[in-house]
């Protein structure tokens, strides 16, 4: 068995020859590369992101970063595509083989007919002298001098190029089309992510908007707190937002006054309390209250108040 500084030099190792390969992948960035980003964006059709093996793996996860990116996208098995899968291709499409050896037999077998179809075709393979690179109109370069298997066989480092070489494409994709947090909060209308992006302060407000007036007495504020469940209310004169009573102001105000019957509105608000925009995303809101320290938050609408978010309405959202 290995002893624990073994595994450890064993980890490091590598994580270190996986770097390398990385590193070494920006010499393939050229022209070339800069030839096969502007035929996609040209493109009316969608990428068909096919592959066997281990590389079908990264051809998933390839078609997934670049749907979410806003470049359509399929995976194509290549095995299943001699099956059947073959007529997911269109004639506008742009075909993208991934191959470490370029030289597979399903490979060899599909590369034909695709061709008869007169699709493009881009390899990204770590043999620039296969059969699949020079059956296509453009090969970007991934070998890798070895793998990190000891014994130089278990696809590692060359998949983490192909992984890494897919991502690179992606988002000069997305750069070049301008693709905005607007955009991808539309393709990722789920989650934590999603809601970061598009979720504004003003979906969480209540019906109930609390709120009393400068000269109503102790009994109104109290009540208007308990009622609409924020912790707070705002202080209204003359139906402009003037002021905002915490239950923490309440409660000091219990600690340094004996006796608080005749309190008013007006003798314990705090002035200047912190404002946003209903049209705030919620994540923004968030880092304002997390910034300040405070729990609740104004929401304001051409100066109008609407009402108040508390950071637990935040956090039920799932957004901390």
């Keep these: 068995m290995k002893s624990s500084n073994d595994i450890i030099n064993i980890g490091k190792e590598t994580i270190s020859i996986e770097l390398d390969a990385i590193n070494k992948l920006k010499e393939k960035i050229d022209d070339n590369y800069v030839s096969v980003i502007r035929e996609i964006l040209h493109s009316k059709g969608r990428l068909i992101v096919a592959g066997i093996g281990k590389s079908a793996n990264i051809a998933r996860k390839m078609v997934a970063t670049f749907n979410s990116t806003g470049q359509p996208s399929i995976f194509l098995h290549a095995a299943d595509a001699i099956h059947g899968d073959l007529g997911n291709i269109q004639q506008e499409d742009i075909v993208i083989f991934i191959s470490k050896s370029g030289n597979t037999t399903e490979i060899k077998t599909l590369l034909p007919y695709i061709k008869k179809m007169g699709n493009l075709i881009i390899s990204i393979t770590g043999n620039i002298e296969s059969f699949l690179a020079k059956e296509s109109d453009y090969i970007i370069d991934v070998s890798v001098e070895r793998e990190a298997c000891p014994n130089n066989l278990a696809p590692t480092s ?32 789920g989650g934590a992510l999603g809601k970061q992006l598009y979720l504004k302060i003003g979906d969480l407000l209540s019906d109930n908007i609390p709120f009393v007036y400068i000269n ?49 509105a007006k003798d314990i608000m705090s002035t200047n309390p912190k404002k946003v925009d209903i049209s705030i995303l919620a994540y923004d809101a968030l880092k304002i209250m997390q910034s300040n320290n405070i729990s609740q938050l104004i929401v304001i609408s051409d100066d109008e108040y609407k009402g108040i978010v508390h950071i637990h309405e935040i956090i039920k959202e799932g957004l901390v």
């Design 158 to 189: 060359s998949t983490t190029a192909q992984l890494v070489m897919g991502d690179a494409i992606a988002i000069s994709l997305l750069a070049s089309k301008s693709f905005s947090n607007e955009d991808f909060a539309r393709f990722h209308p």
């Design 216 to 264: 109503d007495n102790i009994d109104k504020v109290i009540l208007s707190i308990s009622k609409n469940r924020v912790g707070a209310t705002a202080v209204l004169e003359n139906d402009n937002l003037v002021g905002i009573i915490t239950d923490g102001d309440l409660r000091r105000m219990l600690q340094i006054k004996s006796s608080f019957v005749n309190f008013k």
